[in-house]
């Protein structure tokens, strides 16, 4: 066979494959890029903070982008928050237990499925840093 068709038909089905393998590699990176990390359950958070480390529950419930739920620890009792979860980023804020109170926001990222940590701060009073992981269902 010359030398020019066996080209021609090396071309017709490269092209094809490459383009092929291209699409899957872009379909696949949009589909990573819109996957919402759901983070509805309970979580064991460590906050450590200069004067010691508190471990408090968190309860996320998640509606698309919307975080709400609780977060109950022996010292600050139970209090409601809202927040957000953009990409693996999460946000969340709890307003001041009592006028005069401070506002703690939670800023971090999400690690995996089950794992989540940041920062913490106290309204520029002050901050710390958090750890949170998802409780496993009993069995």
């Known amino acids: 066979m010359p030398a020019p068709l066996r080209s021609t038909r090396r071309r017709a089905f490269v092209r094809p494959l490459v383009l092929t393998l291209a699409l899957a590699c872009l379909v696949t990176r949009v589909a990573s890029a819109a ?25 996320f419930k998640q509606d698309g982008a919307t975080l709400t739920g609780t977060y109950e620890s022996s010292r600050m009792g139970v209090r409601p928050f809202r927040g957000t979860v953009t990409g693996d980023s999460l946000r969340f804020s709890l307003a001041p237990a009592a006028e005069g109170g401070v506002m703690l926001t939670f800023v971090g990222v999400i690690i995996g499925d089950d794992l989540v940590k940041g920062d ?20």
């Open 35 to 59: 996957r919402v990390r759901d983070l509805t359950g309970i979580w064991d958070f460590s906050v450590v903070t200069e004067n010691g480390t508190g471990t408090p529950t968190v309860t």
């Open 120 to 139: 913490v701060d106290f309204q520029g009073m002050g901050s710390a840093t958090f750890t949170g992981a998802r409780r496993k269902p009993a069995r």
